[in-house]
């Protein structure tokens, strides 16, 4: 069975500041898909970043990165100049590259973006 | 391109009562999911459909059921509500890329009192 951990429910950064959200993952798969997902107050699914466990450089989508370290099993994501906009729920993700190709969530971190 | 759409966005039942979630997406995708969200919790998978005519269980199945109607559309019943079924209901569907990555619709809030 997957697991994904976050283990920091609540976070908060000043704008224009960096923050970095923690993600942890157990699984016996070699291939496999990792996500960031965004879910402000508007209940919406926003996808933010992915990455591939076979590719070793990280992904990044203009402020926001990820740190990738698959023998630790860790999948942390970056906010650069953090905005105000940015406050929401982030959940990380990961997606089997077989089988019925769903994604096993963690709980979540709420992130404030204090002004 | 309207993408994944859910009806109703809010429900509320009594306990015992039916009744149907519907989602529908104009992407094409073969594959659709439901999941769903509870408080504290990350989403959690229901059902899904690999693609027309085939549905399966997920990890959360027991009091639904669904019906993968054609390629566009992917529904979600209550046959009889129960207050644990009190959720945030997500549906979504799945694009065959490098990423596989899942579009989600904008969500159903369901009570059941």
């Known amino acids: 069975a997957q697991t994904v951990t976050q283990s920091q429910p609540e976070m908060s950064v000043q704008e224009a500041e960096t923050v970095t959200l923690s993600c942890t993952y157990d699984?016996?798969?070699?291939?496999?898909?990792l996500f960031w997902y965004k879910q402000p107050p508007s209940r919406q699914m926003i996808l933010v970043i992915r990455?591939?466990?076979?590719?070793?450089q990280n992904a990044t989508e203009n402020r926001f990165s990820v740190n990738f370290q698959k023998a630790a099993k860790s999948f942390s994501l970056k906010i650069s100049d953090s905005q105000l906009g940015d406050t929401a729920m982030y959940f990380c993700?990961?997606?089997?590259?077989?089988?019925?190709?769903?994604?096993?969530f963690g709980t979540g971190t709420r992130l404030t973006v204090i002004p | 391109n309207a993408g994944v759409t859910q009806t109703p966005k809010f429900q509320v039942l009594k306990t015992g009562q039916s009744m149907t979630l519907q989602c529908a997406q104009d992407?094409?995708?073969?594959?659709m999911y439901w999941y769903r969200q509870d408080p504290g919790m990350g989403l959690r998978l229901i059902y899904y459909?690999?693609?027309?005519?085939?549905?399966d269980k997920g990890e959360v199945p027991n009091g639904y059921n669904v019906s993968r109607l054609n390629k566009r559309e992917f529904s979600l019943r209550l046959e009889s509500a129960a207050p644990s079924q009190t959720s945030v209901y997500f549906c979504?569907?799945?694009?065959?890329?490098?990423?596989?990555?899942?579009?989600f619709g904008p969500g159903t809030r369901l009570t059941v009192l």
């Open positions: 979504a569907s799945r694009r065959q890329s490098q990423y596989n990555e899942q579009f």
């Open positions: 699984t016996s798969e070699n291939n496999y898909y």
């Open positions: 990455q591939e466990a076979y590719k070793q």
């Open positions: 993700a990961f997606m089997k590259q077989t089988g019925a190709n769903n994604l096993f």
């Open positions: 992407m094409n995708h073969n594959s």
């Open positions: 459909s690999a693609s027309e005519g085939t549905t």
